[in-house]
């Protein structure tokens, strides 16, 4: 007698009130052995395609990971660049500043030396170091246009010399009992010795002026003006910008004049002043030497 191989199955489909159809299918035994084996295969594929895909899933999480770490990185460079130029602005003004009030740095040397350990910012620091360079900027330019405007203050002696007449009345230096007023301050010094601005200004006159003879005035902004006159060479041209310092002509006796001296006058609006209001006291008399350039 055969023995069938085959399990059966019966199924049985309703397709109406009338009728019934039963169909039988057949299974063969070796399939039933082989079943386990292919659903574990398809477990284990199904299993290892899952973890491909959570594993390209990682994968991609860490790639955007390291882009947005990079992007930050760049952004903190960025930051940082940006802020060592500002600062070195910084420095840069600081410098000019200290050169605009007269600082020394001849004992600072050139090649400065640079170290410390190794202090890594965050975001938070960075923002604070920002934060405190936009208020040393500020404080910076404030005090800059501070100097600026001293700068154009005409407070340093004109020349090296001894200040002889002053502003006001005085006999005639010519002779005879007649006075008359002096409208500046004179400083006895050798011919030739340099005469330099006493503040910032434009060169508005460098010419010959009747009674002052060879003479260089200078506007300071502000209706402030200086005339430095009797000089017996003029260093300077009219529309010149001049800082102050810079030399404008050399002591002589041009014009009426007695003997080699420098004719200071300091106005205000066309009307003279006292020059003595602007400039460093001395007791001695004797005029400290000027900066110049």
């Excluded at 910084?90 to 600072?108: H, K, L, P």
């Amino acid at each position: 007698m055969k023995t069938d191989d085959k399990l059966y199955a019966f199924i049985v489909a309703h397709t109406s009130r009338s009728r019934s159809t039963i169909r039988r299918i057949g299974i063969h035994r070796r399939w039933l052995k082989v079943a386990p084996v292919m659903a574990a295969f398809v477990l284990c594929a199904a299993a290892y395609g899952l973890f491909g895909v959570f594993r390209e899933a990682v994968h991609l999480r860490t790639a955007r990971e390291n882009a947005r770490l990079r992007q930050e990185n760049e952004q903190q460079r960025q930051k940082l660049e940006q802020l060592k130029d500002r600062v070195d602005a910084i420095e840069d003004a600081s410098r000019r500043i200290a050169e605009t009030a007269g600082v020394s740095e001849e004992n600072i040397p050139d090649g400065r030396g640079t170290g410390g350990p190794l202090l890594v910012m965050n975001e938070s620091e960075i923002a604070a170091v920002e934060a405190r360079a936009v208020l040393l900027e500020a404080q910076l330019h404030t005090y800059e246009l501070a100097l600026k405007e001293k700068s154009r203050i005409p407070s340093i002696f004109p020349v090296l010399g001894e200040m002889t007449d002053g502003f006001g009345g005085r006999r005639n230096p010519f002779g005879g009992s007649s006075y008359e007023f002096h409208p500046g301050q004179d400083i006895r010094a050798e011919r030739g010795t340099p005469v330099v601005a006493a503040a910032n200004g434009t060169v508005v006159f460098a010419d010959w002026q009747s009674g002052y003879g060879q003479m260089v005035e200078v506007d300071h902004g502000g209706g402030l003006t200086t005339r430095y006159a009797h000089l017996s060479k003029i260093e300077a041209t009219t529309g010149q910008q001049i800082a102050r310092g810079q030399l404008l002509g050399r002591v002589g006796s041009t014009g009426r004049s007695t003997g080699p001296h420098l004719h200071y006058e300091v106005r205000i609006n066309g009307e003279s002043v006292n020059p003595l209001a602007y400039l460093p006291t001395n007791d001695a008399g004797a005029v400290p030497t000027p900066p110049q350039n």
